[in-house]
């Protein structure tokens, strides 16, 4: 019977790596998946996840079950790292399920939205994570895009996106970047956000809120400010939010799905088929990386030294995309590249049509998305010049 099965091509960002990982040219650059890097291209366990990890080991006296919502401590924790010591003024009315990485608290997020609204729509950004439409609508969605970025401007379309926003039908769900947008780096300014808050209470859209990058863009408050401004204008808002960059956890799969109900009854009701449904997927999501968790942000020390860890992190982000700006101004007649260091978080596109991704990584060895997003975080003081060079001459200034 598998002989129906054809082939998968393969996935837009995870082939990179796999490719990258075949190069054998000492001079090559991975600027494909979004892991941060620091100066010698590797990813580093932050100093407070290492620390909490072995703390947790030698302390966990069992592996027994946990629940389907997972970690009571990590769920707790995390909500308040997201939505503020206060829960944004909604105390008892947010639902919390964990679940394997972000991806897994999209999907969790989706299928909670098939129970209570099953005909809506979600509407994506244009461009949005590859990743975003594949796992959506295999949740039974239809997708639908609304403008976003402008690639001539280098910025958002916001005049669009809003006619796009003020169109769509009452519980329309519209999936939103809360910061470090992904591909584009190009985040929606606070007044923007305000706007988009006002036309979701008005209009009835359920803002379906990503956060994969909390702190790697300015700071853990700024970067959720987005979601704690929705989450006291909408009366329901859902946000599925990764451990995997910020506690450095990737493939450990850390993630939790946000459910802000209109009331502590309904939160509670939230909650029950959030577990229902984690039962009927993966019955109970890794409790590794949560405990993890948890034990840095209830750890002032541990905290205290990864909040700095991370904001180091951000930094030499930011500075990057100084270097990179620089650099490739300098090698294409001065041409401005500054909007680079507008943007925020791992990512920025820049104007590279498919076949001149493909020249940067037969003929120069820089890998990046098909579309053009680079991870900022790729580069470093050894490469900029190479990665420099190679972009201006695949855009025709060599
Ligand atoms: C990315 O966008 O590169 C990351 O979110 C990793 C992934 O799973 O795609």
Known sequence: MFETLTRVPDDPILGISAAFKRDTTPLKVDLGVGV???????????????RAESEVLAAQ??????????????????????????????????????APGGSGALRLGAELLRLSSPGSKIHVSDPTWANHTPLLSSAGFQLERYPYYSAIRHAVEFDQMMAHLEALPAAAVVLLHACCHNPTGQDLSMTQWEAVADVCARRGLLPYVDIAYQ??????????????????????????????????LYRERTGL??????????????????????????????????A????????????RSWTEEL???????????????????????????SWITRQRGMFSRLDLTPAMVDTLREKHHVYCAPDGRVNIAGISASNVEHVATSIAAVMGYA
């Open 36 to 50: 941060y890097k620091d100066d010698r291209g590797n990813t580093p366990v932050p100093a407070a996840v290492r």
């Open 61 to 98: 006296s069992t592996k027994t079950y946990l629940t389907p919502v997972g970690n009571p401590g990590f769920n707790a924790q995390m909500l308040e790292l997201v939505a503020g010591t206060d829960q944004a003024g909604r105390k008892g009315d947010w639902a919390a399920g964990q």
């Open 215 to 248: 702190g790697l863009g300015d700071d853990l408050e700024r970067d959720a400010a987005s979601i704690r401004l929705l989450a006291r204008q909408v009366p329901e808002m859902l946000v599925a939010v990764s451990c995997s960059k910020n506690f450095g």
């Open 257 to 290: 799905l946000l459910a802000l109900t209109s009331s502590n009854e309904r939160a509670g009701i939230a909650a029950g088929q959030l577990g229902r449904l984690a039962r009927t997927i993966w019955s109970m999501p890794p409790d590794h990386g949560a």
């Open 292 to 303: 993890i968790v948890d034990r840095v942000l209830s750890q002032p020390e541990l905290r």
């Open 311 to 337: 904001a180091a992190m951000a930094k030499r982000i930011n500075d990057l995309r100084r270097l990179l700006a620089d650099a490739l101004s300098a090698r294409t007649g001065g041409t401005d590249f």
